[in-house]
């Protein structure tokens, strides 16, 4: 729901404009209001897509083929809560940073953010991203 910053690095904590945590909102796809019923309090997992994602409506087979693989020997894209939780449709994301600059189809990447699936109510809420943004590496922080 808010905007990233300018300059994103590898090696930091990822925040929005302002130094403020990311918030995430499951929003009602008709009306854009925010949903605080049953099943707006659910664990999500936060993932890496490329930046070129721009389908606007989109299977979760199309989405979960937008995540970023790792390059070969470098570990995950992501560190920290990659899992957090909806309560009453609204999350944070206070502990996680990029590690990795991938060499993706683009210099841009989305952060994507999906239900972790169970048997229970919520299987037919979307997947949500962000606007992409770039990352450059936590070497260059402070020449530009």
């Known amino acids: 729901m808010n905007n990233f910053p300018q300059r ?8 929005a404009e302002g130094g403020e945590p990311l918030r995430i909102e ?10 605080r019923d049953e099943g707006s ?22 989405f979960d083929k937008q995540i970023v693989i790792p390059r070969e020997g ?3 894209l992501l560190k920290g809560d990659t ?3 909806l309560k009453d449709g609204v999350a944070y994301i206070n502990n996680m940073e ?7 189809r683009t210099k841009q990447v989305r952060l994507g953010a999906k239900i972790v699936r169970s048997n229970s109510i919520g299987s037919d809420i979307r997947e949500g991203r962000s606007e992409p943004f770039r990352v ?5 922080k402070g020449k530009y």
């Open 8 to 15: 994103n690095y590898t090696q930091s904590r990822i925040k």
């Open 26 to 35: 499951l929003r009602d796809a008709e009306n854009q209001h925010l949903v």
């Open 41 to 62: 309090s659910r664990k999500i997992q936060i993932c890496v897509l490329h930046g070129d994602f721009r389908k606007e409506d989109w299977t979760s087979e199309e």
């Open 74 to 76: 470098k570990g995950p």
């Open 83 to 85: 899992v957090i939780t």
């Open 98 to 104: 990029i590690t990795d600059i991938s060499k993706g």
């Open 136 to 140: 450059w590496h936590y070497r260059v």
